[in-house]
Structure formats: C-alpha cells, structure tokens
C-alpha cells in the first residue's frame, strides 16, 4: 500500500496555515446536509463534535458512557503543555515542537508536531474563554508549572483536576449543539463495526447497550476518537470501559494500524495490593517536582519502616543516575529504573509473588522546604486519593509507586490532514497515532485531543466533505445490512458459547501475559511466547466462554466479552510490532537493544519508520506498510538526561 | 497486613425500568480490606457469573472518583459511610466480619432505574444543555491572558466547578432535589467574567428546566452537602438563589419556559 502522509513541505512554520487556506470549504447553506459521525465524547470526540456542530454540519456523536461528560480523558490530573512563554523561560513554538520530536525518541512526523505545538496555544484561549478554571497567579494571570521532563514551565493546570476541566468545557460546549439541534448525542451506545462500501467509510453499526439493538448509521464521514487500547492489558489506569474494538474493528475493515508496540508506561500509579484488583490508579506525574524517588541501598532494609531508615542508607537512584534532569526524568526511563531497582530487590511495600514492587516516593524534604501548607495547594487532592486507596497519609509516610500502563501511542494510521488508510474515516486523539513518536511527554495527551478536536479535524474534514455529494448512501445499501448481520451473528456467537469462563478472567489471563512480554521490557523470546500463547487463549475463549443473559437488555458481561475478543485479536498483532521493531524506542524497550549504561537503542538505519499493519484475513500474518521518517529539523541523536 | 471478612449483601435487583424490583441475599466471602467496593462487587459478580446467574448491574467506569459513573446507595448513605468519597474510592478498610450490607440504586422520580443499581441521569444532561455553559464558537476566543481574574474568585469557581455529575446529591435529598448541581454550574460560572453576559438566563434557563425535570425544591436539609464526594457546599444553592432572584427582577417577563 502507498502510504502518502500528504504532509505539506516548505518552511515549517507556515505548513499548517498554508495547508489551511489551501482546504476547502463547504458552502455553509450547504452544512446541515452533511451527515457527520463521531465516535467518542472525550477531549477529541467531544470538540469536534462540538465544533462541527457550530460549523452547520449534522452531527450524530456516540459514547457507550451514560454522558459524554463521563470519557476517560476526564481522569487526566497534572495539565496542559502550551507554548505561551508566560514565564519568559525561554519557551517558544520551536521548542515545544523540539521537545515533543526528541522526546517521541524521534518516530513522530515533524510536519505534524510543529502543528501540535503551533496550536497548543490557541487550545489555552479556548479553554479559558469557556470558563475552564486555570490555576492562576495572586496577579490574576495564568500559573504554570514545569511537568515530566521539561525545562520549562509551561504547563497549565487545574489543582489534580485538569482533565476534567477541560473535558467540561468541551462537553459543556457540545450540550450546546445539541440544545441547538446540530448534535444529536447518542449516549450509552457502542459502535461494533464500520460499515465501508466501495472502499470509503460510509457509516457505523451499534449497539444500544440498554436494549441490545443493533442499528446501522450512516453517514458522510465518520470520525473515531475512541481512545487507546491500554486496557489490553487489563490492568492499567484507563477506565473500565476503554477498549480497541473501534479501532480495531476499522483495521479489520482496511484501516492501517500504526506502530502498536508504542505503549506508555507512567511512572507513579499505586502499586497492586492483590489478585482481585481491577485497575490502577494513577499518581499525577508533578508529584515529581517536589517527591523525591527512592529505594533502600541494602535488600534487609525493604521491609522496615521507611521513617527508620537513615539518609545515608537510602538510594535517590534518578538523583544519582541522572543528575540534571533527577526526579524529572522522562516517563519511560523513571519508569524501567523502577523496575531495575525492583528487580534488584530493593522494592518496597507487599510482597505480591516473591517480589517488593515499589519504589518511594517522599515528600518528606519538600515538607521541611516549603511548608505543609504549600504541599497541601499542589498536591491535597491526590494525597487524599492516594490514602482512600492505601490507608496511608503521605504527609507522615512516603507515597509507594509503581509503573503501570498509561497511554499508548500507536493507533490507527492516519496522514497529515488525520485521515486514515479508508476515505472517509478519520482519526483524533489518542485513537490514532500521529504525534508522540514512540513515547509522548507529560501534559501532551490533552493537547492532542484538543487541537485534533478543536483545530485540526474541523479544517480537514470540512475539506473532504468539500469534495463529496451529500447522502451518497442510506441505511438499504446491502453492504451495510451485510456488515449488521456479521455484527449480529458475532454477538449471537458470543451468547451461544455457554462455556465455563467469564470475560473478565480471559482478560486477566491475557492481560497478564502481554504485560510479562510485552510490557516494560521486551526480548524475542518472551515476544515468541505471547505470540504462541495469545492464539491458544482466543481458541479457548471462543470455546470456553460464559455470558449469562441475553443480547437484548443491558448485559455488561456481553459487552466485556466483545471487547475482551478484540483485544485477544489486537494483541498479538501489538506483540508482533514489538518482536518486529528490533531497536528501543521510547516506550518499546528492548533487552537486546541497550546501551553500556542500560538505556534504550535506536537502530535509525534500519528502524526510522512508522510501522503500518495492513489486516489480511489472517491475524497471524498481518502485512508490514513503512512510512519512512526524516527529520529536517530536529536532528536524531542520542537522548540523554543524565 | 490485610485482614478478610465475611459480609451479607442485599441487593436491590430489578430486571428493567418497567419490571418490579427486590432485594436479594448474597454472601460476599473472603473480601480482603484493601478491596475497593467495586472490586468486591466484581467477585461476587464472578461468582454470579460462573453459576450462569445474571450478575449485577451497576455503572462505574474511571474508578479514580473523578468520571461520575459510579454510584449506589449503600446502607442508606449515597456512596456509603465514608463521606467525601465516590463509591469506586471507597475500600473494604471501612467494613467489618459479619456486617450485613444494604445496596440499593439512587432513588429520586427523575433518575429511573435501567436494571439493578444503574440509573438513567440524562436529566442533568438536559440541565446543562438548557445554559450551562458559555456561548462561544472555536477559535473566537481572545488571548487568555487579557483577561486576569482574581485568583480567589478564580478558586471559588473552581469549587463550583468540581461536580463529577454523580447525583449522589439526588439520592441524598428527601426532596430528590437537584439543586447542589444546578447551583454548581450556575455559580461556577457566575463567578468568572467569562460566564458575566449570560448570567442572568443561564440562571432562569438552568432553573427552569430542573423544574421541568421534576426534581423536588430545595428545603434546605442539607443532606445533599453531606453527600456529596467532591465536598460541594450548599452556600452555592444560597448562590443560585440570588442568581435567579436578581435575574428575575431585572427582566421577570423573560423568564424562560423549556419543555
């Protein structure tokens, strides 16, 4: 397949708004014609929906949440990149743009990074102009504060609570189409295929997750901002519900997915404390400004009391590893040094399996230095959290952390204007996988969302739309009563196993399994094993599953059995991306591709490229596309941040 | 060190909006005290499950205490005895071997019940729609830093603005009123600049259509304060009051009707 990403040349600076005047416009008499559908009502899903609502055009937005307010990104805690410079730090556009490509480890595309930062402060405006409150200076300005690895404080953030903020404000936005009749919202319902007919997306097919009715939509273009697929590995902070089937689906229907091997892992999430866990929660990343990461020097000292252990006996690995950035350190490498130290034995707090998983987190010193109630104005809200959870007060006992899944940055191929491999299907937020490379810096996922949602997809997929006839197809053309009747008999095989396991021990079973091989540290061996493993498990399931009920009332068992299905199918071709990528990049670390020191490899020569995976009926062998990258800014070095 | 529990349950249980509901008796056995609520929902849900029975329904979906989702009736107390707390952030710490649990759904005539403890609160959706936000099109925004605003006044919307939607104040209210969340958004956004040129009908507008939802007056009880996980204080429904009192006496033929 020709992979064109359409990416404009020319000046970087002046790509996007060229590639702007450049699109083309729909009459706006002409809007309400246009049927838009819209997957998701998050940060992405909500601010298109949003916006191409206040553009004129006929919106349908689903959520399988009971409101749209209710999407995950609304969990995001510590903030907002913008390149503002309020703080007159040396911030600008470039170096957002410099330091997302160098910290993606150099696989995202230029072109759409400068985009990213270019817009990151026109998202500010909006956000502020919607009533989003910002924290703020006793000037009555906009506070900022320096997040995950940046030099500079250019961070916005709402207390613990910026994803909310930010998601009300596009929910709030979007409730305002759809008292104005441009929106039509379809809550609690869940979008189980894609319906293409001569090679373009033409439509969706749902389920009412309170009836069980399976209904066909269609539509002009379809937008996906359906979210990652983290919750592959079943224990990760997403939310429940987070799932691939979207995605996932589409690939099946043509869609190129990208670089699936690209997984996130956050630094500081409470660790597991049993085998009935259900997720994991995680610890806002800006507890590293004033935290201070340590573990015992000696492996006798894990199971005392932290307050007896004497500075002298306490290891500040990141401290000592990486004395400019210490504490700060990117997300991926704080997180393997996690690991190492738990490996090590040094780990702290339960023995899960024979082994400490935890590392501290202390914010004992920042105490002494600012005053408890300074501490309290940063970080109340998630201590709170922390000790609902544990038990524990931060304020006297250090916090314990450990890595979990967090984000992932592959998604669904998709080129410069987002559009995906299918015509008409495009892609936002962290459903696709266009700008974080191979791992995304702190307080970029919310930027994303909102300049795919607000900014970018409103220009593009007007320009589309520009160039097709409105209605083309209804709801009688076969291909689309052919793509409900498959939809229909996959839930009927589902209901019909009467096996002995349930959904939810399947995932377990296979969320453990990725998260051994193809977790924090991958080598081809433990890759092979998942790649055998994953087909015997998905022959089990669909021979041994257990969905009491039926299809037609709400049966949340069913609905876990149909994304715990897409996810046996996703994860391997996840497992074969990492077995294929022999290199570490950002988030994709392979054992047998390190530095003298232990740090990640890039193999630029061989590897500097997105890999798109072309479905081929066959999901043991899926077909290898490879859009090449080139860097003609950012030049591809060696990350270092010691 | 964890400790484990047994516990009774009994869980109000109803197969859909139109079907008669009960309570049924289940044994929750070995619940380890670091388990949240749900989590020990979830086992028994297993259990449900591998005997064939329908398990039991009930929203949830962050589990962190931040999307809303959750929410159930436990012993009487929305979101159960903890205070402050979203039923997903309450963990097993807080019972104890032998105690015998009730768990119901949110009750109130305008959050009916879907199956078991899921209800349907597209109310507040519709209160929301009725002027709960700012009128601005994307991308008309000025620059954020023209416009200081007090950080005090700043914070105060923020404590308005921290509503996660539960309707815990709901289920609370011996009225079933909805008050505590329509005077948060209405105060939220009365407090800011930004929220200044639509205050008067977003008061009226928002008001009206918690009428029409039929929720109950508030009557000041309080309970809805008490309940509410986010701590949300009820001198924001004072707030809505005078809101709505000065936008009724400014234009009180404008008072909007929404169906």
Not at chain 1, 617 to 639: A, C, I, M, W
Not at chain 2, 121 to 131: H, T, V
Request: one cysteine or more; hydrophobic letters at 35%.
């Amino acid at each position: 397949m020709d992979l064109n990403a359409r990416a404009p040349a020319g000046p970087i600076e002046n790509r996007w708004s060229d590639h702007r005047f450049q699109s083309k416009l729909v009459n706006p008499a002409n809007r309400r014609k246009y049927h838009v559908i819209v997957v998701g009502s998050g940060l992405a899903g909500g601010a298109a929906a949003a916006t191409f609502g206040e553009q004129g055009f006929n919106v349908s937005c689903f959520c399988y949440q009971d409101s749209p307010r209710r999407a995950h990104s609304i969990a995001a805690q510590g903030g907002i990149n913008a390149a503002k410079n309020y703080q007159n730090d040396g911030d600008s556009t470039y170096r957002l743009f410099y330091d997302t490509v160098k910290g993606g480890d150099f696989r995202a595309r230029e072109s759409n990074v400068y985009r990213l930062a270019e817009l990151s402060v026109n998202i500010i405006d909006q956000c502020v102009a919607q009533g989003v409150p910002f924290a703020r200076e006793y000037s009555g300005l906009l506070a900022n504060r320096s997040f995950g690895g940046a030099q500079v404080a250019r961070t916005f953030y709402a207390r613990g609570q910026t994803g909310q903020q930010l998601l009300l404000g596009a929910y709030q936005a979007l409730e305002r189409q759809i008292d104005a009749g441009t929106v039509k919202m379809y809550p609690r319902t869940e979008m189980l295929d894609l319906i293409v007919i001569d090679g373009r997306a033409r439509g969706i097919v749902t389920r009412d997750l309170v009836t069980g009715k399976v209904s066909a939509h269609v539509a002009d273009v379809v937008v996906l901002c359906s979210g990652g697929y983290g919750n592959v590995f079943y224990l990760s902070t997403n939310a429940k519900g987070c799932n691939t089937t979207a995605t996932w689906r589409s690939h099946r229907r043509g869609a190129l997915f990208a670089n699936p091997c690209y997984t996130q892992i956050h630094p500081t999430c409470i660790p597991q404390s049993g085998d009935y866990q259900s997720k994991l929660t995680l610890m806002s990343e800006s507890l590293r400004n004033d935290g201070r990461v340590w573990v015992p020097k000696n492996v006798a000292d894990c199971s005392k009391d932290p307050a007896s252990i004497p500075e002298s006996e306490r290891d500040y690995y990141l401290e000592r590893l990486y004395p400019s950035f210490g504490n700060l350190v990117p997300r991926d490498i704080a997180s393997r040094r996690a690991k190492d130290m738990c490996d090590e034995g040094r780990g702290v707090g339960p023995d899960v399996a024979g082994v400490r998983r935890g590392v501290y987190l202390d914010f004992g010193d920042a105490i002494k230095r600012l005053g408890r109630a300074v501490v309290a104005e940063r970080y109340d809200n998630l201590f709170q959290m922390y000790e609902r959870i544990t038990g524990e007060n931060p304020y006297d006992v250090p916090m314990r952390m450990y890595p979990a899944i967090h984000y992932t940055m592959g998604g669904l191929w998709v080129d410069y204007d987002l559009q995906s491999t299918i015509p008409g299907l495009f892609v936002g937020g962290e459903a696709n996988f266009s700008d974080h490379g191979a791992n995304r810096l702190g307080a970029s996922a919310l930027m994303q969302g909102l300049a795919d949602g607000y900014f970018i997809l409103p220009v593009t997929v007007s320009n589309f739309l520009a160039s097709q006839k409105a209605g083309a197809v209804d709801t009688s053309h076969p291909a689309v009563k052919q793509t409900v009747s498959e939809v229909e008999e996959r839930i009927n095989r589902l209901l019909s196993i009467k096996g002995k396991r349930t959904p939810d021990s399947f995932h377990r079973e296979l969320g453990a399994l990725v998260w051994d091989q193809c977790g924090m540290a991958r080598t081809e061996a433990g890759l092979k094993t998942a790649l055998q493993r994953i087909p015997a498990l998905r022959e089990e399931f669909w021979s041994n599953l257990s969905v009491p009920g039926t299809g037609e009332e709400l049966n949340q068992s069913l609905e876990r059995a149909g994304r715990v299905a897409d996810f046996l199918e996703f994860s391997e071709l996840m497992c074969r991306d990492a077995l294929h990528r022999e290199e570490s990049a950002g988030g994709h670390f392979r054992e047998e591709y390190q530095t003298d020191d232990g740090e990640a490899k890039r193999n630029d020569d061989d590897f500097s490229y997105v890999a798109a995976w072309e479905y081929t009926g066959d999901l043991s062998s899926p077909k290898l596309n490879r859009e090449p990258l080139t860097f003609e800014y950012v030049h591809p070095s060696q990350r270092s941040y010691k | 060190m964890s400790r484990t529990m047994n516990l009774v349950l009994n869980v109000w249980r109803q197969k859909s909006a139109s079907a008669p509901g009960q309570f049924v008796r289940y044994d929750a056995k070995n619940v380890s005290d670091h388990m949240s609520f749900l989590e020990m929902l979830d086992v028994v849900n297993e259990e449900l499950s591998a005997k064939g029975e329908a398990p039991i329904a009930f929203d949830h979906d962050c589990r962190e205490g931040i999307c809303g989702a959750c929410g159930v009736v436990i012993d009487g107390v929305p979101h159960g005895p903890n205070g402050g707390t979203t039923t997903c952030q309450l963990h097993m710490r807080s019972f104890k071997d032998g105690d015998e649990v009730t768990i119901e759904p949110w009750r109130a005539g305008a959050f009916p019940v879907v199956r078991d403890l899921v209800v349907d609160r597209s109310a507040f959706d519709r209160i929301i729609q009725a002027g709960g936000y700012v009128s601005l099109r994307t991308g008309s925004a000025p620059e954020a830093n023209s416009l200081p605003i007090a950080k005090v006044a700043s914070d105060s919307a923020f404590d308005a603005a921290t509503c996660i939607g539960c309707g815990a104040c709901v289920a609370a209210c011996p009225n079933a009123s909805a008050a505590l969340f329509t005077a948060a958004k209405i105060s939220h956004l009365a407090m800011l600049p930004q929220g200044e040129p639509e205050r008067q009908d977003r008061a009226r507008k928002m008001v009206a259509q918690m009428d029409a939802e039929r929720f109950g007056h508030c009557t000041s009880h309080g309970e809805c304060e008490a309940a509410c996980p986010k701590g949300i204080s009820i001198g924001f429904i004072a707030k809505m009051n005078r809101e709505l009192l000065s936008a009724m006496v400014t234009a009180p033929n404008e008072v909007a009707e929404r169906k």
